[in-house]
T-cell receptor, first 114, second 115 residues
Framework: GNSVTQMEGPVTLSEEAFLTINCTYT??????LFWYVQYPGEGLQLLLK?????DKGSNKGFEATYRKETTSFHLEKGSVQVSDSAVYFC?????????????FGKGTRLHILP | DTGVSQDPRHKITKRGQNVTFRCDPI?????LYWYRQTLGQGPEFLTY????????KSRLLSDRFSAERPKGSFSTLEIQRTEQGDSAMYLC?????????????FGPGTRLTVT
């Protein structure tokens, strides 16, 4: 079945450091890929998405590129801020499925130190 | 605030009791989803509605669970004879009509603790 595997946390970085959170997926079809973020005390929010191979999703300085050949969708940011501290979920949804259900990874908790 | 709302935010119950949660989606969103998130895990799909019709249920949704969306607006999720393993965050999401990508907007969740 479809699944998402992402690096375990917590990840602790200093402010302005470079961030990478690895994510790989298994899917039988042609999924859309997502990164969701959950800030403390808030609901899940869509951070960025990519719907086909080689697409790059970007938002708030975060980027991720849909790599079909390596089945990966790694999240990167060049210079993190304390306000980026949150839990990040890599996820997929199989295009063409009528239910649009999202399959999530386990999440990676990110701590940014000032 | 016109986001997805859920009520209650927290529920503590004793094993064997029944509980009911409510979700109010963003207005005009015709799809409504329920997910469950246990500690240290990502959310897992439970079920979804298109308008008032429940179109799919996960195998995670045992016979003790029932969800309704009677008028195609708010939805309720009931758990009968709760068990400790039901302790989790229950998330609701909604999305608007469309033939292409339909972003799901999530509510803040209802945290259930079964003692």
């Amino acid at each position: 079945g479809n699944s998402v595997t992402q690096m375990e946390g917590p990840v602790t970085l200093s402010e302005e450091a470079f961030l990478t959170i690895n994510c790989t997926y298994t899917a039988t079809g042609y999924p859309s890929l997502f990164w969701y973020v959950q800030y403390p005390g808030e609901g899940l929010q869509l951070l960025l998405k990519a719907t086909k191979a080689d697409d790059k999703g970007s938002n708030k300085g975060f980027e991720a590129t849909y790599r079909k050949e390596t089945t990966s969708f790694h999240l990167e940011k060049g210079s993190v801020q304390v306000s980026d501290s949150a839990v990040y979920f890599c996820a997929l949804s199989e295009r063409g499925n009528r239910d649009d259900k999202i399959i999530f990874g386990k999440g990676t908790r990110l701590h940014i130190l000032p | 605030d016109t986001g997805v709302s859920q009520d209650p935010r927290h529920k503590i119950t004793k094993r064997g009791q029944n509980v009911t949660f409510r979700c109010d989606p963003i207005s005009e969103h015709n799809r409504l989803y329920w997910y469950r998130q246990t500690l240290g895990q990502g959310p897992e799909f439970l079920t979804y509605f298109q308008n008032e019709a429940q179109l799919e249920k996960s195998r995670l949704l045992s016979d003790r669970f029932s969800a309704e969306r009677p008028k195609g607006s708010f939805s309720t999720l009931e758990i009968q004879r709760t068990e400790q393993g039901d302790s989790a965050m229950y998330l609701c999401a909604s999305s608007q009509p469309g033939t292409s990508f339909r972003e799901q907007y999530f509510g803040p969740g209802t945290r259930l603790t079964v003692t």
